[in-house]
Each structure stands twice: as structure tokens, then as C-alpha cells.
């Protein structure tokens, strides 16, 4: 920040204590006699992906027009395609394009944007491009640059809320960071003891130290993660509060000096301290603590001038006590559940408010009605540590929107997740009138959520909302790892799954010979050729299908009219009747898919069967499965580089270093190579003793999941 900046937003703090003016006058005085606000035409969406597009249909539903910017990587995303008018900014790396903020005021300057709507990541909580937008005369649409300065800094921020008199956990905020004086600090305030980096943010920096034996590992290990994410090592110290629920206010300010809560979501379910699915209202408050959460947060936003979307979040106990923990100076992830128990579209409050406009409505005309979920449909795989992934959404195939089910995304059937950014695909958001109908209609939403290409965590995220403790609101942060056997049971796939996928698979195989000689009939086809594909009296099928390494064969006979007998691994045979197969249409090139349905053993269930080269992926009532047909080993490629225990790319990713050289001498464990996938670093190491014969890649080079990065070979 340059000096004069600094000095006006001093001389600002100092008016305002010697006029002695309330913060309502403070706010209407500073906003009209430093910058008269304007109703918005254009607006500019510094972002991407999901968020870019949301705010595009609010803008073009209230008539304003958008202003689109793009990475190389994007050039053919949605958001580009939604927009007015859309303009290249730089490379694929984020530091070269979305973070370049000299780019985006550049841009809103040529297309003659009168604001910049920021999203969320990115420039959303970034004082210099507050403060830049300011000076180019261009509406920051967000609060204003103090208040994100003041709870950016979460020392900073803690003592402005205990001074507002917003409760906050025990700790230590001081300036002081000898670890002498931390190791004190953390005596006295008692173990266990959560330790933050002070600038941090996504967990990044965090450690939790149970006794006073693991303090200094942690200290040093959230410093050291600290500095290479923020370029920061200053640390605050928490009481830990144990099976915390994480609780946030959803607030509102505009410049008039009004301030409101829109009541609170409940996101205490999370994986890396990230949010995996969120619900509002929050299950099992009273009517006393939701008010009293609620006034804190807007005592929180009135503390720093607050103006437009905030999010002031709290740890709260197992007694309902609640404390401040931080503010989102920005819209969140999760807003969509707030707008739809409250009939708001807090997209559309932020342009208006932005635009000079008072807050549309008062407290006490805010109401909940309903409840709502929200699930993060993430491209990674949960069985692998939720180890994020990226590729091209082959098939994509979702429920139906309406007005109470809101599918919100920056992605079509086509189009790639990214390797440089965040992996999630969507977001699932459904209403209903009460928290169990809500639920049931989330479960069902994601068993018609198909998405083929890439691993997903659909199958967990059902696995979830099935769980009995989550039904039933006992949330708290430590939710998985609490129940990490009954959310990640042994992997098993049902026989009338296999049979299921078997029985489309030879719809497919005789429609297609159909189609090769017309008019006529397979004399081997158990189909006819009607629409309907009801089975016929034809003899026994064999079909062989592998579930990872497990290779299952599934023999098909029929013994009566529309009646078969299945047996899969020369099990006992199970008895299928009123075979119904329909084809769903074109599903996209290479695709065929079709809906099976039957009875099996008495038991009617139905399936969505995708076909797609030598892969099927079958959708059924507990989840995605994908299987593949065996290849014989005579026509396998003998084409791979490395041998058995090369070391692979975990994941889709671009290299960012490697440590290693031709000829180096390794052991079991190095660190071969480092790799950036959707913001996080992995290192992939030696996986035994041998010597560097040949380094494939170089930094900067995009791999996919499994590809040899290093081919190692014996030391003698």
C-alpha cells in the first residue's frame, strides 16, 4: 500500500473520532463526500468458473451487462461464453492472469466497467486491489478496504471483536513470537492448544497440539507452512475447543449504515479443514441462540463499517456457546443455502448495494422458511486421501433444476477441470420444508448426479447424508476421521450391479450388429428389435467384467419367457424377470448408454448403464461403479517406459520441481520430484534404493494421473 493511501485511510479513522460522528453518520459522511456511488450498467467478474457465472445471471436478470476475463486455460469455459464480453488476460497459472491485477483494471478500463465484482478467492479479500479500484474510480463491489485489512489479520481482528464485545476463545495475540513466549502463552491458556498462522486462511498454517510435549513439532510446522503459503510466520494461539461445530452468520452492511443477519449455516463437516457440505439453518439451535448468534455477528460488521456480503464465522461447543473465530470479508462458497431459506439473492443485494442502495430489507422482515444443503462436488478421490484430480468430463449427466434444486457450475459435458485450479465440478443445493425432507431429496439429487471421466466423491457424499449421526445433526469438525470405518467401508460390488451392467452390455453388442446388417436378425441376439429391447428366447451369454484387479465373469441363460438366470463367479444363480432395457439417446461420442431395469430375486431396482470404449459405468441406487471389459494380454501395449516401482503422478498436475538428476544415486523415500495440482504440493518419492537412469519431465510440463515421471534402476 502506498504512503498516501495509508495516510488517508488514517486521516479517515482520525475524522471520524474527532467529529465524534456514530458509525451510521460516519458511513453516509465518508461514502458521499469521498466518492458519490453510482448505479451499476457493467460490471466486470474478476474470477472464474463458477462463481463468474453466477454473478452473470443475477447481472442479466437486473439488466446489467457482464464483463468476462479469461486465462489461456478458459478460453472456451462457460463463463466466457455467458458473458457480454469477454477479454484474454495471461497464461494458465493464476499468478499470470486471475492475479494480475494491473490486467483487470486494465480491462474494466477499456471495456468501460463501472465496478469489479471480485467472487470469492483470488482478489476477493485483497487490500491493494480494494484500494487500486478506488483509485481508478471503479466500485469495488465488496466492503471497503479497512475492514478487509482489519479481519485479515486474525490478531488484528480478535482484539476489534472483544472491544465490540463479540465473544472470543482464550488466547494469545501478541507481537511478541520468541517460542519461549508462545510455549508460555500455551501453559496458561491450557492444552490442548490450536496453533494459527496469523494471515492464514484454508487451513493452511493451522496445527493443533494436544500436550505440551507436541507444542514446539507443531509451532515449527505450522511456521514453516505459514511462510511458504503467506510469505508470514507471525502465529496466534487458540484454545482448542474439542468436537467444535463450525457456525457462520451470513451478514449484510450497505453505506447508509444498515446491518442485518440473514441467520446462519452450519459447515462444521470438512476434509483439510476445507467445507464439504453446508446446511442453514444450523440443526439443533434454539430460537435465543440463533438471536444472540446472529446480533454478535452484526455487532461484528458494525465494529469495522462493514458494507455488502460478509461472513463472520464461530466455533461453537457442545453447550452452544459460541466464539468468534474469523471474517470473510466476501461472498462465500456456501451462500446458496442462506438465499434459499430466505427467499434472497444476496448476488443481486451486492450490485445494488454496491450501486448506492440501501439494503432491501429490515431485520425483522427477514425470515427462515425451510432448510437447505449444499454438497461440493469435488474431482478427487475420497479412498486416496481425497486427493484431488482433474480431466475431461466425458459424461455429464445431472437432476433438473427447479426451484428448489440449484446445480451451480462453471462446467459443461466437454469441458476439463483444470489442473490449475480449484477441482470442484458444482455444487448441488436443494430445499425442502423441513431438515429430513431436505435431506432425503439431497440423497436422491446425487444419485441422479453422473459424471464420467474422472473420479469424483459423489459415492461419499451419499455415504455422508446416509450416515445416521449426520442425520440426526450431530455435526462437529472432526466428523469423518470420527467415523472413518462406517464413511470408507471395504469396497463391494452388488451382483445386481454385475448383472445389470452385463445385461446392457449385450443390449448394446446385438443393437449394434442390428445396425451393421439390416433387416436383420441375430440368430445368437437374446434382444429383439423393437424399441422396447424386451429379451427374447436365445442361448446362455458370457460376460466378463473387472472391478479394478478383480476380474468377475457373469454367465446369462433364459429360462422362460422374459425370465433369466444369472450367476456371477460360478456362484449360485440368481433369477431376473421383466427385463426392461430403453435407450437414453446419443450420450455423447463413443457413449451409449441405457436404463436397466428388472427384477432380481423378487427385489425390482433400475440403472443407468454407460458404455463408453472398453469402460462401463453403471449409476445405481448406492452410487457410480466403473468397470471395465479385460484386455487379453496378447493385445496390452509393451509401449510403457518405466518398470513396476517407477514413480508415477499420484494425480493430474504440472511439475514444479525435481530434485533429482540422470545418474544420481537415490534411496527408498527421497524426494524425486514436486508437483502443483488444484493449489496443494505433493512430493513424489523413491519407493526403493536405486540410481536415476532417465528424468522424463522438467518443470513447468503438465502430466497426467500415472505417468512415469523417473526410471530408476538397481545400483549394481
Not at 139 to 157: E, L
Not at 467 to 493: C, K, M, W, Y
Amino acid at each position: 500500500m502506498s504512503n498516501l493511501a495509508s495516510g488517508n485511510l488514517n486521516l479517515t479513522r482520525v475524522l471520524r473520532k474527532t467529529l465524534r460522528l456514530p458509525s451510521t453518520h460516519w458511513t453516509r459522511w465518508y461514502s458521499n463526500g469521498l466518492k458519490e456511488a453510482q448505479p451499476i450498467e457493467k460490471v466486470l467478474i474478476a474470477n472464474r468458473g463458477e462463481i463468474a457465472c453466477r454473478v452473470m445471471r443475477t447481472a442479466q436478470r437486473l439488466g446489467i451487462r457482464s464483463v468476462a476475463v479469461y486465462s489461456e486455460a478458459d478460453r472456451n469455459s462457460l463463463h466466457v461464453a455467458m458473458a457480454d464480453e469477454a477479454y484474454h488476460i495471461g497464461p494458465a497459472s493464476a499468478s499470470e492472469s486471475y492475479l494480475r491485477q494491473d490486467k483487470i483494471l486494465d480491462v474494466a478500463k477499456k471495456s468501460g466497467a463501472q465496478a469489479i465484482h471480485p467472487g470469492y478467492g483470488f482478489l476477493s479479500e485483497n487490500v491493494e486491489f480494494a484500494e487500486a479500484c478506488e483509485r481508478e474510480n471503479i466500485t469495488f463491489v465488496g466492503p471497503p478496504a479497512s475492514a478487509i485489512r482489519d479481519m485479515g489479520i486474525k490478531s488484528t481482528s480478535k482484539h476489534i471483536m472483544s472491544a465490540a464485545g463479540v465473544p472470543i476463545i482464550e488466547g494469545y495475540h501478541g507481537e511478541e513470537q520468541s517460542v519461549e513466549k508462545l510455549r508460555s502463552e500455551a501453559q496458561r491458556i491450557g492444552y490442548p492448544i490450536m496453533i494459527k498462522a496469523v494471515r492464514g486462511g484454508g487451513g493452511k498454517g493451522m496445527r493443533i497440539a494436544m500436550t505440551e510435549s507436541e507444542f514446539d513439532a507443531q509451532l515449527e510446522s505450522a511456521k514453516t507452512e505459514a511462510m511458504k503459503a503467506f510469505g508470514d510466520q507471525v502465529m496466534l494461539l487458540e484454545k482448542y475447543v474439542v468436537n467444535p461445530r463450525h457456525v457462520e452468520v451470513q451478514v449484510f452492511g450497505d453505506r447508509h449504515g444498515n446491518h442485518v443477519y440473514l441467520f446462519e449455516r452450519d459447515c462444521s463437516v470438512q476434509r483439510r479443514h476445507q467445507k464439504i457440505i453446508e446446511e442453514a439453518p444450523a440443526p439443533g439451535l434454539t430460537d435465543e441462540v440463533r438471536r444472540s448468534i446472529g446480533e454478535a455477528a452484526v455487532r461484528a460488521a458494525k465494529a469495522v463499517d462493514y458494507v455488502g456480503a460478509g461472513t463472520v464465522e464461530f466455533i461453537m461447543d457442545e453447550n452452544f456457546k459460541f466464539y468468534f473465530m474469523e471474517m470473510n470479508t466476501r461472498l462465500q462458497v456456501e451462500h446458496p443455502v442462506t438465499e434459499m431459506i430466505t427467499g434472497t439473492d444476496l448476488v443481486e443485494w451486492q450490485l445494488r448495494v454496491a450501486g448506492g442502495e440501501q439494503i432491501p430489507l429490515k431485520q425483522e422482515e427477514i425470515k427462515v422458511k425451510g432448510h437447505s444443503f449444499e454438497c461440493r462436488i469435488y474431482a478427487e478421490d475420497p479412498d486416496s486421501d481425497f486427493m484431488p484430480g482433474a480431466g475431461p468430463l466425458l459424461h455429464l449427466a445431472t437432476p433438473s433444476p427447479s426451484d428448489d434444486l440449484r446445480i451451480e457450475t462453471g462446467v459443461r459435458q466437454g469441458d476439463e477441470v483444470s489442473v490449475h485450479y480449484d477441482p470442484m465440478i458444482a455444487k448441488l443445493v436443494v430445499w425442502s420444508g423441513n431438515r429430513n425432507s431436505a435431506l432425503q431429496r439431497t440423497l436422491a439429487a446425487l444419485r441422479d448426479y453422473h459424471v464420467v471421466g474422472l473420479s469424483t466423491n459423489i459415492r461419499f457424499l451419499m455415504a455422508l447424508a446416509s450416515h445416521q449421526a449426520f442425520q440426526a445433526g450431530n455435526v462437529n469438525t472432526d466428523f469423518i476421521p470420527n467415523h472413518q470405518a462406517e464413511l470408507f467401508p471395504p469396497r463391494s460390488l452388488s451382483h445386481h450391479v454385475l448383472c445389470q451392467a452385463a445385461l446392457a452390455m449385450i443390449a448394446s453388442l446385438n443393437a449394434r450388429n442390428r445396425n451393421r446388417s439390416p433387416g436383420r436378425k441375430d440368430a445368437f441376439s437374446p434382444f429383439t428389435q423393437n424399441s422396447g429391447m424386451r429379451i427374447n428366447s436365445h442361448p446362455m451369454y458370457t460376460i466378463k467384467l473387472a472391478d479394478g484387479d478383480k476380474v468377475h465373469t457373469v454367465t446369462i441363460s433364459e429360462t422362460a419367457a422374459n425370465t433369466f438366470s444369472i450367476s456371477v463367479d460360478d456362484q449360485a444363480p440368481v433369477t431376473i424377470k421383466d427385463v426392461r432395457l430403453s435407450a437414453n439417446g446419443d450420450a455423447g461420442r463413443n457413449n451409449e448408454k441405457m436404463t436397466v431395469r428388472c427384477s432380481i430375486n423378487g427385489s425390482t431396482s433400475s440403472s443407468t448403464v454407460l458404455m463408453r470404449d472398453n469402460s462401463v459405468h453403471i449409476f445405481s441406487v448406492d452410487g457410480g461403479h466403473e468397470l471395465s471389459i479385460p484386455v487379453p494380454n496378447f493385445l496390452k501395449s509393451s509401449a510403457g517406459a518405466g518398470s513396476i516401482d517407477d514413480p508415477v503422478a499420484p494425480m493430474p498436475g504440472v511439475v514444479e520441481r525435481v530434485s533429482i538428476e540422470p545418474g544420481s544415486s537415490v534411496k527408498k523415500g527421497d524426494a524425486l520430484v514436486v508437483m502443483i495440482a488444484m493449489k496443494m504440493e505433493y512430493v513424489i518419492r523413491a519407493a526403493r534404493d536405486g540410481v536415476v537412469e532417465k528424468v522424463f519431465y522438467k518443470p513447468g510440463d503438465t502430466v497426467s494421473k500415472g505417468t512415469v515421471l523417473v526410471h530408476l534402476k538397481e545400483e549394481n
